[in-house]
């Protein structure tokens, strides 16, 4: 009860700790920081919010997994707190991967990496 209290009241401060830290970090930034810093902020709350959806729909399938295997050979011992601890990073892993491409557009456009680099780096398809 008390995590998903947490996460509830975590995700509900949201907006108010997002505003916070942008007044914070807002009289630092230049005109071209700032320019990027709308977008890549809209982007990425989009991206996590599709990978969290994702993330949800394909959910259903490591827990049917999870349950058919422990049937055959084991006890089923699931709790709340177990369940929702699993769902969570689960679904965080999700949220967190669909960043990926915001963060190395990221590092392009501070100069980090270079598109060649990443071109040339490129696993094989």
């Given at each position: 009860?008390?995590?998903?209290?947490?996460?509830?009241?975590?995700?509900?401060?949201?907006?108010?700790?997002?505003?916070?830290?942008?007044?914070?970090?807002?009289?630092a930034l230049?005109?071209?920081?700032?320019?990027?810093?709308?977008?890549?902020?809209?982007?990425?709350?989009?991206?996590?919010?599709?990978?969290?959806?994702?993330?949800?729909?394909?959910?259903?399938?490591?827990?049917?997994?999870?349950?058919?295997?422990?049937?055959?050979?084991?006890?089923?011992?699931i709790t709340?707190?177990?369940?929702?601890?699993?769902?969570?990073?689960?679904?965080?892993?999700?949220?967190?991967?669909?960043?990926?491409?915001?963060?190395?557009?990221?590092?392009?456009?501070?100069?980090?990496?270079s598109p060649?680099?990443?071109?040339?780096?490129?696993?094989?398809?």
């Amino acid at each position: 009860m008390l995590k998903l209290s947490l996460a509830t009241g975590l995700a509900l401060a949201t907006p108010v700790w997002i505003y916070h830290l942008w007044a914070f970090v807002a009289p630092a930034l230049r005109g071209r920081e700032r320019r990027y810093a709308l977008p890549f902020t809209v982007l990425g709350v989009a991206l996590f919010v599709a990978g969290l959806a994702v993330g949800f729909v394909t959910l259903r399938y490591p827990i049917d997994w999870l349950l058919s295997f422990s049937a055959r050979s084991f006890v089923e011992i699931i709790t709340a707190d177990n369940y929702f601890t699993f769902v969570a990073y689960f679904l965080l892993a999700f949220g967190l991967t669909f960043e990926l491409p915001l963060v190395l557009t990221g590092l392009v456009v501070m100069g980090v990496v270079s598109p060649d680099a990443l071109r040339t780096h490129r696993a094989p398809s």
